[in-house]
């Protein structure tokens, strides 16, 4: 059918559907009023709208004559809309050369007069044209799509609002600082970037669950916000901290912020559905741009602030000030950093094997495998320079994996049983439990002469945990020792909890003990302990022989320091490190 005939046997008014009506086949009707949906057409020359016959159904009408017409089906659309069906067929900048031109436009009704009765809907059809192009007739189908409308608007709020507390998300947050930067720049102002979090937040967590844990930060969020100015912004900036932008706030005028937030905070308990609670904050700020000119400076600056506050305990403010010192370290552990990723992309870190003695026979029992940064021009840095770094990067498991290879690597080329530290994260790591499993697995004798040292403060970050993983390492072979034992001060319960063949006495203990009273007792209530368990005890740090006396005299099984020897390659290093007191951590 060409467009002339199409728009003679349009031109004349379209009733509205009956029950029979055959815009619908039998049986559809059921089907699209369940997904919500109901066919159209239009006649535009006289306004007329056949409706399909389910269309009360779908736009719960009370009478399909107030829909009969376009202008009736109008008088129903809501004020704030932008756009209509209407607009979409009439205003089109489309030419119909036979087939129609599509359309597709998203409105809202009110058909029952109020905004909790509103309909979404979602209109697609085509309009055909009359003998002068412009449109004559259009076909459709209308959909209600309140859930659909619903879910998209959660997304457009999620996406610049946390859900939890109303207010900005992170990413939000700190698009807004960067604006408030710029604009502070442009026109010579200041402003604050302060970071509040909340003191003990993961002890509150498992004391009281997760969700009176949310609870109580949004209360924190919601007191904190009730100070702010018009204006000033806030947002979750992670998991349990919040981000202020304080707009034309200089340095002075940020610490009296600080206090007011300390103050809404502690002063008044918290109620919870589990009770009442009381919560302190810690805060850090910094003033910008003064302090800092980009948003990442903004944010390290304000958090390096806050860490500061922290080691004064809960409850306190500190605001950015700026130190060479500081700055010059920064550096140095940006340098040390490439370099620890450089060593182990390209294999540098290496062992020396210190011996561990009889304190009897002086003869070695195992050795040690502490660990070396080698150097592009070939200088070895100690463990102890790097370790710490490592941690705070996250580089600290692949540098556990690393060792894990040196040492088996070290066995299979000698008779040596060796002893290798593991950080506090490897613990339990069941990556690193596959990989020496398999080892194991394949070389049976392995295990027998492999020894893995744990920090007792590792021990005392979760009991369960490390004595699990002691289990399994015993499980194929292996001896377990606590390292530092006595740093931690929680030797008597972790040594009851655990199942350990050695404990190794923190040198910091033994290097003075001679001179010492208060060394001398406690390292003698140590040995004294570990013997009453069974337990074999190294003592570190042994430099003299009037040390080995007293130790011997208590029943030390076992010495390590520079008397017995020092820590050496196999082979020849490229450049030995300057002397260096072996420290407490991973992979040392």
């Given at each position: ?119 979404w809907i979602e209109d697609i059809g085509r309009w055909y044209a009359g003998d002068g192009g412009r449109p004559l007739r259009a076909h459709g189908v209308l959909r209600v ?91 979750r900036y992670t998991g349990n901290k919040l981000g202020l932008v304080l707009m034309d706030c200089d340095e002075a005028n940020m610490h009296v912020a600080a206090e007011r ?222 390292d530092d034992f006595g740093a931690g001060f929680s030797s008597f319960r972790n040594l009851r909890g655990l199942d350990v063949d050695l404990v190794k006495i923190d040198g ?81």
């Amino acid at each position: 059918m060409d467009r002339t005939s199409q728009g003679t046997e349009n031109n004349s008014p379209i009733p509205p559907t009956g029950e029979n009506d055959p815009l619908i086949a039998s049986g559809a009707r059921e089907v699209l009023t369940a997904v919500g949906e109901v066919v159209y057409e239009w006649s535009i020359p006289t306004d007329m709208i056949r409706w399909g016959a389910n269309v009360l159904d779908v736009i719960k009408v009370a009478a399909i004559e107030s829909i009969a017409t376009g202008r009736g089906f109008a008088a129903l659309l809501d004020s704030s809309n932008l756009t209509s069906r209407h607009d979409a067929v009439l205003n089109s900048t489309g030419a119909d050369r036979g087939a129609g031109v599509p359309y597709q436009v998203q409105y809202s009704l009110n058909p029952g007069g109020g905004a909790e009765k509103r309909l979404w809907i979602e209109d697609i059809g085509r309009w055909y044209a009359g003998d002068g192009g412009r449109p004559l007739r259009a076909h459709g189908v209308l959909r209600v799509i309140n859930e659909r409308y619903e879910r998209e608007q959660r997304l457009a709020f999620l996406s610049r609002y946390d859900e939890l507390t109303g207010y900005f998300n992170r990413s939000h947050l700190l698009a807004t600082l960067g604006d408030a930067i710029t604009h502070a720049k442009r026109f010579r102002s200041s402003i604050a970037f302060i970071i509040v979090a909340v003191d003990n937040f993961r002890a509150i967590n498992e004391a009281y669950g997760f969700d009176i844990a949310d609870q109580i930060f949004a209360a924190v969020a919601r007191r904190i916000k009730s100070q702010l100015r018009e204006g000033d912004a806030i947002g979750r900036y992670t998991g349990n901290k919040l981000g202020l932008v304080l707009m034309d706030c200089d340095e002075a005028n940020m610490h009296v912020a600080a206090e007011r937030f300390h103050a809404v905070v502690r002063d008044d308990v918290i109620t919870t559905e589990a009770g009442s609670v009381a919560v302190t904050a810690s805060i850090g700020g910094v003033a910008l741009p003064r302090h800092g000119r980009t948003t990442n400076e903004a944010m390290a600056r304000a958090q390096e602030a806050l860490h500061s506050a922290r080691l004064r305990g809960h409850g306190h403010f500190m605001a950015y000030t700026h130190s060479p010192v500081r700055q010059e370290r920064r550096r140095g552990n940006a340098a040390l950093s490439s370099e620890l990723v450089g060593a182990l992309n390209e294999r540098r870190l290496c062992l020396a094997f210190q011996p561990v003695a009889s304190i009897a026979t002086r003869k070695t029992r195992f050795e040690e495998g502490l660990l070396r940064l080698q150097r592009p021009d070939g200088v070895l840095v100690p463990a102890g320079e790097f370790i710490a770094l490592s941690e705070r990067l996250g580089l600290i498991r692949l540098i556990d994996h690393r060792v894990l290879d040196l040492g088996l690597e070290a066995i299979r080329s000698s008779d040596r049983t060796i002893s290798l530290n593991l950080s506090a994260e490897t613990v339990g790591d069941s990556e690193w439990l596959a990989h020496l499993s398999d080892a194991v697995a394949r070389h049976p004798e392995l295990g027998r002469r492999l020894i893995f040292e744990i920090t007792e403060s590792a021990v005392i970050r979760n009991v369960d945990e490390a004595s699990r993983f002691v289990a399994l390492l015993h499980d194929l072979g292996c001896r377990v020792a606590i390292d530092d034992f006595g740093a931690g001060f929680s030797s008597f319960r972790n040594l009851r909890g655990l199942d350990v063949d050695l404990v190794k006495i923190d040198g910091a203990f033994v290097e003075s003990l001679p001179d010492s009273r208060d060394d001398q007792v406690f390292v003698k209530a140590l040995i004294e302990l570990a013997r009453n368990f069974g337990i074999e005890t190294v003592a570190e740090w042994v430099a003299d022989e009037r040390t080995v006396a007293m130790l011997a005299g208590w029943g030390v099984d076992m010495i390590q320091g520079s008397l017995v020897g020092p820590a050496e390659f196999e082979g020849r290093p490229p450049t030995s490190p300057a002397p260096h007191r072996e420290p407490a951590a991973a992979g040392v």
